[in-house]
């Protein structure tokens, strides 16, 4: 893992088991390492992303038993047992989660660097059930910076699946 | 609109509303970016910053750090492998006039924030853990970063900068009508520096190849500038580097030229001959190009209705001690107004600091917002409504050089625009309109940015399956290039948007330009549009040489290419698919290549511009000071549309940014550490999704000839504008003048 590879000696790893896209891993982590870089150096799901490391703009976002973190925010090892969704384990089976569709279908993205963020952020707050109106959408959406300026495609596509019901 | 692109004089896709073709891409997260491709012997680079701001190195100490167990390397300019000495081998293709800053070159700090070592190792968290232990000793001398304080050592720049029109000849007699004028305006404007902030990191992974060839993913608007910057500055032949980008997670100018990680990639991967990535941090992300700080004073003189006897646009904007950064900020104010008396003026100063660079409508951002508040307050001044005035004072000519505009809808822009906003009921008296506790404001601007286009070559290969791949190497940075250009070919050739794939991004693609400056649809577009023709007539060919062919004796001008068939216009019956043609003449692939470039004779005869007006509409509350800009109206006269969808979406991103300039973004330096102190994304403020709300893009009618196509570019003229349009809402809301942008709390409730 992380910190082994060059070293002359053992590293001081500890061992986590994490489900990852549905599938359970078990995993030797550096207790430095964080949950985004676990994910992108070492698992390479790099379809989370780093914008700042930290915990500034949202990029890294993803869902840890359904709940949507930073996760450039936290260290692997603190979620020991946890389950987690990245970007790429939002569909069920081949085709797009109907908010991935939606963001297409609205053009919410162009540079598409905030995507994934924003994505498994707009399913967390669906999950947790506050926001329905555009205000309040706008703002629990406020976390994960678009430099790109898509904010109100992106609203329109969560609205889209939110009133479609099509959410989870 | 006229001009259809395919042959039977309808589009099925060009002019149309069409997702983005690398959308599930990027919604699934299999879009790849500079800093995700990976290697099986990949080395992670970590920079290591300059504490100080201008000075020299007397030490530096990397033992603690090359003791930590997996580094490999650390890299200073004590030990750094040689590079070419002249400055043009470090000249990329946008370069500015002067010395490019050279990484790791010497012991002498230009910058805060300069890159003073590269730690290399193992795996990146050890990299950056090592590049803490770096100690940097530093004779420190004072910086000067203060442009107003230079402002008495302002020149103009010796040496023009390629591509940006220096200011005008004056005309008239402008210091006399200002003298004599009855109605006067005169003030200094100011916008603060601005970090572009792009979502994606700058990174470049640098792949060994073995027998001295690297194969580079770098985050750049363009893989040909990088692959001439690799080959000038290591002297490597072009052959051995191949560099592409198939994604950019957003540039807005930041990623024209090659930034200083992909030096360091390259110059550690030579070095240790293995591959090598470095990723720049959010806060290094503040270490390069910036839009300069620019002093500005705009000085109007008008008859008493409002007509325009003099113009005076006067601006010193801030360079670096290394290069003389320029970029059109006056120019506009010559060309937007009708004016018998104007005189303009583009100095700069030197600070030390890095280079700024081109972001989103360099100059324009800058130059128009204060020329558009200054038009406000010269309509506020003369009791006119400010459209009124500015009909009032319509160029029909671009007088800077003297020739006829191209195309201008700008008054359809206004007219629209104003039905869409309703600003026939705007009570013109400040502070008169209200909602509940919150004065609203409504002000209005113009936009205007120069319609580029750039020498550009394509490609297009056909295959027996019917299926059509094109491409060439520059970027889609997020502007929507892969889906328009897979518009293009499928109408050009009649075919299906599924069955045809751009390809963009890779030096082994055909040569085209930086993704920049709003020319790359004229650009790329036309280039590929040209390559597909070229393989209509090779098809066309094939066709007609078939026994007993539906297309003998049809002249080639007389051919539909329609729904994967070549057909005889006026009797589409009669015709043959394209798969069949291909079949019955043995033909496994078709190839053709295209390019496009300036019209030398239009653009001798024309000056084209894209135009727009912005209409803004703000509510304030006074005790708190907080400004919310709750609607937008942007009508905009750019030529040919080719998706409606992505277009529309580079104006929403324009405004925003606009938005973003007008109340939000700010890079504070500290004069005496000479550094941006908010140098990341919780002090450096840009818009966040609650601070957008309504936006309303219209795009007004317009048919232009500065190139085949009729486009005339997008990325920046959503921007241009925008900021004085919100200035100008909050004068009229508050009745307070703020000339001074981002207008923070402070300035509402100072």
Known sequence: MLIESGSPGPANTIAISLTINGQARTLDVAPWTTLLDLLREDLDLTGTKKGCDHGQCGAC???VDGVRINSCLALAVMKDGASITTVEGLAEGAGLHPLQAAFVEHDAFQCGYCTPGQLCSAVGMMTEGHAQSREEIREA??????????????????????????AK | MANSIN???????VGTARSRVDGPAKVTGQAKYAGEFSAPDLAHGYVVSSGIARGRITAIDTSAAEAVPGVIKVLTHENRPRTAWLDYNYQDAVAPPGSPFRALYDDKIHYSGQPVALVVSEDFGTARHAASLVKVAYAAEAPTTDLSAQRELAYEPPKKRSGIKPPPAPWGDAATAYDDAPIKVSQDYRLAVEHHNPMEPHASTVVWEGDGK?????????????HGYIAGVFGMKKDDVRVLNPYLGGGFGSGLRPQYQLFLAVLAARALERSVRVVLTRDQMFSFGYRPDVLQTVSLGADASGGLQSIRHDAISGTSNFEDYQEVVVNWSGVLYDCDNVALTYKLAQLDTYTPSDMRAPGAVTGVMALEIAMDELAHETGQDPIALRLRNYSESDRTEGKPFSSKSLRACFEEGATRFGWSTRNPEPRSMRDGRELVGWGMATGIWESMMQQSGAQATLTADGKLVVGNSTGDIGTGTYTILTQIAADTLGLRMEDVTTKLGDTDLAEAPLA?????AASSGTAVMRACQDLAGQLFALARGLDDSPLANVDFERAVFKEGRIAVAGDETRGIAITDVLRATGTDTLEATGSAGPDAAHQKAFAPYTHSAVFVEVKIDEDLGVVRVTRVVSAIAAGKIINLKTARSQILGGVVMGIGSALEEESMLDHTLGRFMNHNLGEYHVPVNADIHDIDVIFVDEEDKANPMGVKGLGEIGIVGTAAAVANAVFHATGKRIRELPITIDKILG
């Open chain 2, 7 to 13: 042959s039977s004089g309808t589009d099925t896709y």
């Open chain 2, 214 to 226: 690297i194969t580079v993913y770098d985050k750049i608007q363009g893989v040909a500038n990088t």
């Open chain 2, 516 to 520: 920049g400056g709003s020319w790359t």
């Open chain 1, 61 to 63: 976002t993803v869902l």
């Open chain 1, 141 to 166: 959406m406020s976390g994960n910076i678009c430099r790109c300026g898509a904010y109100t495609n992106i609203v329109d596509a969560i609205q889209d699946v939110m009133q479609s019901g099509a």
